[in-house]
T-cell receptor, first 113, second 114 residues
Framework: EAQVTQNPRYLITVTGKKLTVTCSQN?????MSWYRQDPGLGLRQIYY???????DKGDVPEGYKVSRKEKRNFPLILESPSPNQTSLYFC????????????FGPGTRLTVL | AQKITQTQPGMFVQEKEAVTLDCTYD???????LFWYKQPSSGEMIFLIY????DEQNATEGRYSLNFQKARKSANLVISASQLGDSAMYFC???????????WGAGTKLIIKP
């Protein structure tokens, strides 16, 4: 089954404790992206990647890191989480091309105390 | 600046009625794509429909259609014969063809009443 997986689905942590949210897709997509969703703000892009070893900042990259060492994986790293990073996080992927929609993972609900 | 505006934070619609969700966009790109996604209470993002800026016909997918008015920069989603399962958040998004970044609206919460 074609899918984007994220782990963990739920995470409660404390300020300053490094964490990684994993994202993996099995569709051989070149493009991958991380979003955060906050009430009333829609989705905002954190980072994206057009291919292996190619990453770029989105609209809200501060406090986040990513890497793209393999085509299928695109982990999101919070080196020192803060309460304002409490949010719902989505990973998405798509092939490159005009029409292609982005496929989304199930989301990771993160709470930073 | 590129922007998506969804002016309806919430809507109540009677079951079986048609509903139109508004979306206007702003971009200086000549070539772009417009997307609608549905987010039920369970949280997942479900792709509904796509419209390319150069497509001459309005996109349709089952009960979903996109009322695309390029001159007015609007891309409204029309759901025909609404069902209780249509209750969800609906997001409009735009992707300029010059890059792959999706720009999102704030969403409309649709509630279908029995």
């Amino acid at each position: 089954e074609a899918q984007v997986t994220q782990n963990p689905r739920y995470l409660i942590t404390v300020t300053g404790k490094k964490l990684t949210v994993t994202c993996s897709q099995n569709m051989n997509h070149e493009y991958m992206s991380w979003y955060r969703q906050d009430p009333g703000l829609g989705l905002r892009q954190i980072y994206y990647s057009m291919n292996v070893e190619v990453t770029d900042k989105g609209d809200v990259p501060e406090g986040y890191k990513v890497s793209r060492k393999e085509k299928r994986n695109f982990p999101l790293i919070l080196e020192s989480p803060s309460p304002n990073q409490t949010s719902l996080y989505f990973c998405a992927s798509s092939s490159l091309g005009t029409v292609n929609e982005q496929f989304f993972g199930p989301g990771t609900r993160l709470t930073v105390l | 600046a590129q922007k998506i505006t969804q002016t309806q934070p919430g809507m109540f619609v009677q079951e079986k009625e048609a509903v139109t969700l508004d979306c206007t966009y702003d971009t200086s790109d000549q070539s772009y794509g417009l997307f609608w996604y549905k987010q039920p209470s369970s949280g997942e993002m479900i792709f509904l429909i796509y419209q390319g800026s150069y497509d001459e016909q309005n996109a349709t997918e089952g009960r979903y259609s996109l009322n695309f008015q390029k001159a007015r920069k609007s891309a409204n989603l029309v759901i025909s014969a609404s069902q209780l399962g249509d209750s969800a958040m609906y997001f409009c998004a735009m992707r300029p063809d010059s890059n792959y970044q999706l720009i999102w609206g704030a969403g409309t919460k649709l509630i279908i009443k029995p």
